[in-house]
């Protein structure tokens, strides 16, 4: 018998999979004139977690997502990049989950703060090849 619990997360799951899909293809990055390659990066949030971020940047905006490694299921992200400045917010399909990316790219990395909105931590980004 499959508990409430399962079949939430299950639902939750297939929510976030069908949010990433759409909003991918609202963006069509691959085809756009202006889109750098895209921009793989590899970290920590916290020291702890350990994530995987990968983005594309057109007209210092930024469309892409996140993914914490041991799920693996990705997770939008929209934000801006001014100067070397970096803020994300990630996009779930619940509006009670939140979660901002603030950080500075310099030398191949991206350092700054992670907040979910009710805590906050350091993470920082290494760009993979």
Partial sequence: MVSGKKIALICTLITTVTGVVALFADF?????????????????????????????????????????????IPIPVKGSLKDNHIIMDA?????????????????NKILGQWTDYEKHYQFELSRTE
Avoid at 31 to 53: Q, R, T, V, W, Y
Avoid at 98 to 105: A, D
């Fill in 28 to 72: 069509n990055l691959r085809n756009h004139p202006d889109a750098m390659d895209k921009l793989s990066f590899f970290g920590s949030i916290n020291k702890s977690i350990p994530i995987e971020l990968e983005i594309s940047v057109v007209e210092n905006e930024i469309t892409g997502f996140y993914k914490y490694t041991k799920y693996d």
């Fill in 91 to 107: 996009f779930y399909a619940s509006e009670n989950k939140k979660e901002q990316f603030v950080g500075t790219l310099a030398n």
